[in-house]
T-cell receptor, first 110, second 112 residues
Framework: AQRVTQPEKLLSVFKGAPVELKCNYS??????LFWYVQYSRQRLQLLLR??SRESIKGFTADLNKGETSFHLKKPFAQEEDSAMYYC????????????FGAGTRLAVHP | NAGVTQTPKFRVLKTGQSMTLLCAQD?????MYWYRQDPGMGLRLIHY???????AKGEVPDGYNVSRLKKQNFLLGLESAAPSQTSVYFC???????????FGDGTRLSIL
């Protein structure tokens, strides 16, 4: 079955601390992986996708096919990073449907 | 460029009432999607459409119907609302190329 697991509901860190939001997936083929972010009372926005291999707002994510993981990392958290983060996958040939994880709320304290 | 627009933004219904949520996109996208967002469950796909006049079931389609009579609009209907349908509903769209989905602002629906 296709599944995305984000084990942490809440991740609380202090400003300047490193951040790692965990994401594991279950899929037999080669999915495309995404991280979406939702700031308070705003729409979901794409943060990054694994095929781009780029860094957005200091965040990076590496696809590890052996561990079926796509963890989101940032070396120094900022208060404005506080938001809800969703990991998602699109199965191959699935009309680009997104399968989301339950989300992790990141709270960055001053 | 408005992107994806959802109306209404908020609504409170009584059990058994009917309601239609409208999603409009001005990007000439082929694919459109309706998701519901519930605490601790992320977003789940209700229905989707791969083109004008076509619809398909997603992960949680029961209790909902959809129509895509015009390419730019994707309607989500609740024929007889139930408290379990209290949620935040998101619409999204994308084109056929390898671009990500664009989301609307969401509709917060409460059913009493």
């Amino acid at each position: 079955a296709q599944r995305v697991t984000q084990p942490e509901k809440l991740l609380s860190v202090f400003k300047g601390a490193p951040v790692e939001l965990k994401c594991n997936y279950s899929y037999s083929g080669s999915p495309e992986l995404f991280w979406y972010v939702q700031y308070s009372r705003q729409r979901l926005q794409l943060l990054l996708r694994h095929i781009s291999r780029e860094s957005i707002k200091g965040f990076t994510a590496d696809l590890n096919k052996g561990e079926t993981s796509f963890h989101l990392k940032k070396p120094f958290a900022q208060e404005e990073d506080s938001a809800m983060y969703y990991c998602a996958l699109t199965p191959t040939g699935g009309y680009n449907k997104l399968i989301f994880g339950a989300g992790t709320r990141l709270a960055v304290h001053p | 460029n408005a992107g994806v627009t959802q109306t209404p933004k908020f609504r409170v219904l009584k059990t058994g009432q009917s309601m239609t949520l409208l999603c409009a996109q001005d990007m000439n996208h082929e694919y459109m999607y309706w998701y519901r967002q519930d605490p601790g469950m992320g977003l789940r796909l209700i229905h989707y459409s791969v083109g004008e006049g076509t619809t398909a079931k997603g992960e949680v389609p029961d209790g909902y119907n959809v129509s895509r009579l015009k390419k730019q609009n994707f309607l989500l209907g609740l024929e007889s609302a139930a408290p379990s349908q209290t949620s935040v509903y998101f619409c999204a769209s994308r084109d056929r190329s390898n671009q990500p989905q664009h989301f609307g602002d969401g509709t917060r629906l409460s059913i009493l």
